[in-house]
């Protein structure tokens, strides 16, 4: 008997169920047009050549003719049709490629939101159950519906995404391939007819697909690019994970400015250090359910949803006094960063006393503390 590594049954079935699941790929870009889909496809028909039983779950072409003709001979899985408001709907039929059970899947446009009466709410979780199943997928992703990534995109471009994947969809990719063209190119394309019909494309040149957008939109998706291959080279040279002492807690309250800003800002800053991170609403006696009304208890549930989205820990901390508990919740879990809203401390209360920030920063001065400004 080997006793140099032990481990539990559950460490040993979690092995196990790791070596069953898929594998996921992933082809990302900055906008439309810049070819994934296309690429995605070439793949699908180099595996059919090597003797891979490859098919296509679904795909966008949007009438461009490059890509339809990528689509010979590969199969594709009927989609299935539901009827919304009397009008027909057309999906991928997650049911019927689990029931075929390819060994590699194409599965377009991950960011979609299905069609009302599907199993799931959104694709990307149609592609976490062909992932389970041990169905290998590569699919596709534009850079502006990172969930993370929602403020900083709307702030660059004045566009506000509305279908968004968690960052953990992203994270849990094998594989991340950039499709990259610069931004002249692919105005181009436009202008050639080669993205939108012609009746589409002066608006969007004029909107969207401005240089400066898809200039800012396509160093986005280089960063990410980069900061993930970063991630997983110094992952691989620590045994798989990536080593950091860093820990971030991003402050909540039923009464603060944009909570979703701000773990946006607290995830993406855990994110870069590597490190876990903690979303703590802070419940002082004032923030009692029983004090506060329904729609403000309803925020702080969907707030804490978000968390578990963008890879936090949502964690309720009670406390009579809130720099109390922020500085007791730090010295229990280690925190090394504390991400806080900007406060709208009246400026006359200025004279009576310090600040919570001013407070926090006495009583846990080995801390960072990142004051993170509010959108609104």
């Known amino acids: 008997m080997n006793t140099d590594h032990p481990s539990t049954p559950e460490q040993f079935l979690s092995l196990i169920r790791e070596q069953q699941r898929g594998?996921?790929?992933?082809?990302?870009?900055?906008?439309?047009?810049?070819?994934?889909?296309?690429?995605?496809?070439q793949e699908g028909q180099r595996l059919r050549r090597r003797g891979v039983d490859v098919t296509i779950g679904i795909v966008e072409t949007h009438g461009r003719a490059e890509?339809?003709?990528?689509?010979?001979?590969?199969?594709?899985?009927?989609?299935?049709?539901?009827?919304?408001?009397?009008?027909?709907?057309?999906?991928m039929d997650l049911d019927a490629i689990l029931k075929r059970a390819p060994e590699v899947v194409l599965v377009d446009e991950l960011a979609h939101t299905n069609a009302p009466g599907s199993r799931n709410a959104k694709r990307f979780q149609d592609v976490e159950e062909l992932l389970l199943a041990g169905i290998n997928v590569i699919s596709t992703l534009n850079i502006q519906h990172l969930e993370s990534l929602?403020?900083?995109?709307?702030?660059?471009?004045?566009?506000?995404?509305?279908?968004?994947?968690?960052?953990?969809?992203?994270?849990?990719?094998?594989?991340?391939?950039?499709?990259?063209?610069?931004?002249?190119?692919?105005?181009?394309?436009?202008?050639?007819?080669?993205?939108?019909?012609?009746?589409?494309?002066?608006?969007?040149?004029?909107?969207?697909?401005?240089?400066?957008?898809l200039t800012q939109l396509r160093e986005l998706a280089l960063e990410e690019i980069a900061h993930r291959l970063d991630r997983r080279r110094t992952g691989s040279q620590n045994g798989g994970h990536a080593v950091s002492s860093a820990r971030v807690m991003v402050c909540l309250s039923s009464r603060g400015p944009n909570?979703?800003?701000?773990?946006?800002?607290?995830?993406?800053?855990?994110?870069?250090?590597?490190a876990p991170w903690y979303a703590v609403y802070i419940q002082t006696p004032n923030e009692e359910l029983t004090k506060i009304e329904a729609a403000v208890q309803r925020q702080i549930s969907n707030t804490l949803a978000l968390v578990q989205q963008l890879g936090g820990v949502p964690m309720t901390f009670k406390g009579s006094d809130v720099v109390d508990a922020i500085s007791t919740f730090v010295r229990e879990y280690g925190i090394t960063h504390?991400?806080?809203?900007?406060?709208?401390?009246?400026?006359?209360?200025?004279?009576?006393?310090?600040?919570?920030?001013?407070?926090?920063?006495?009583?846990?001065?080995?801390?960072?503390?990142l004051v993170a400004g509010s959108l609104l």
């Open 23 to 41: 594998r996921l790929k992933i082809y990302l870009g900055f906008a439309a047009g810049v070819g994934k889909t296309y690429e995605m496809l």
């Open 67 to 91: 890509t339809i003709t990528q689509l010979a001979d590969l199969e594709q899985i009927p989609r299935r049709k539901i009827e919304y408001h009397g009008v027909v709907l057309e999906e």
């Open 150 to 213: 929602y403020d900083i995109v709307e702030r660059a471009t004045s566009v506000k995404v509305k279908e968004r994947v968690p960052d953990y969809v992203l994270a849990m990719a094998d594989q991340l391939i950039n499709v990259d063209l610069s931004a002249e190119d692919l105005r181009e394309r436009l202008l050639a007819g080669k993205i939108y019909p012609a009746e589409r494309i002066d608006r969007a040149l004029d909107n969207f697909f401005t240089q400066v957008n």
């Open 259 to 274: 909570a979703e800003h701000l773990l946006r800002k607290g995830g993406r800053l855990a994110d870069r250090l590597s």
């Open 338 to 369: 504390i991400v806080l809203g900007r406060s709208r401390r009246p400026w006359f209360r200025q004279w009576f006393g310090m600040s919570v920030l001013d407070r926090i920063l006495a009583r846990v001065p080995e801390t960072d503390v």
